[in-house]
């Protein structure tokens, strides 16, 4: 597939992954460092306002950035959310693989590290898809993550992870404690104080965005790809 680049805008494509094709918006800068794939939360899209503006962050920063819908049109349908596609974290683990093994096969971002940035439900799925592919994911940023549903994948998770709740966010924040101490990564606990799972509060949004951008600018880096024959195997 050929791709593009806009250097002012995000331009949408579609990813095949398995047998069906996702909606994403790419927007990769010229030399950037590294790839960040966005894996939103239940009942949100890659039309996240929040999410977006977290992304122009890292644009800025020189981080290419790729929002994509984890779940086809069909299975994001609310009458079959409850219990369905949008909780299996596994499934939305494959599809986070999938856009992983996608970048690592367009030549001009297969040589870069790539980190994901989840949020709610979706940070679940980044810390099991990055158990799946620890040859290619190099960090991991949780926003008001769910890391509850990764529990047993914790303690295999090698990237770097940042986790950042909301102070208010109460269950949320415990969540997080929790997987904190079960993580044997390199890790970071960061939580935001006034804010709630939102993050709707004055300034609180745009903490995260530093935060996510310190964290992903310090771990991007080209050595962060492991030689070719590893990353070969690991994708095999």
Not at 6 to 12: F, I, L, N, W
Not at 63 to 73: A, H, S
Not at 200 to 206: C, K, M, R, T
Request: glycine share 8%.
């Amino acid at each position: 597939m050929e791709i593009r680049i806009r250097q002012d805008s995000m331009e949408p494509i579609q990813i095949p992954i398995g047998a069906v094709l996702l909606d994403c918006d790419l927007d990769f800068p010229p030399k950037a460092t590294g790839m960040v794939v966005f894996a939103h939360g239940s009942g949100s899209s890659r039309h996240s306002p929040r999410n977006r503006y977290v992304a122009r962050e890292l644009r800025a920063a020189g981080l290419g950035v790729l929002l994509m819908d984890l779940l086809t049109l069909e299975e994001d349908d609310p009458a079959v959310q409850l219990g369905g596609p949008c909780f299996d974290v596994g499934l939305l683990a494959s599809r986070l693989v999938g856009a992983t093994d996608w970048l690592g096969s367009w030549p001009a971002t297969r040589v870069l590290p790539v980190g994901y940035f989840g949020a709610s439900t979706g940070a679940s799925a980044a810390l099991l898809a990055a158990t799946l592919r620890p040859g290619r994911t190099a960090a991991i940023v949780s926003r008001g993550g769910r890391p509850d549903l990764a529990e047993a994948a914790l303690a295999h998770v090698s990237a770097p992870t940042l986790l950042i709740v909301g102070e208010n966010d109460v269950p949320i924040l415990e969540h997080n404690r929790r997987a904190y101490e079960s993580l044997r990564c390199e890790k970071d606990l960061q939580v935001v104080p006034g804010a709630g799972h939102m993050f709707e509060e004055p300034d609180a949004l745009q903490q995260v965005a530093h935060l996510a951008r310190d964290w992903f600018s310090r771990h991007l880096k080209p050595d962060a790809i492991p030689s070719r024959s590893r990353e070969g195997q690991e994708s095999e």
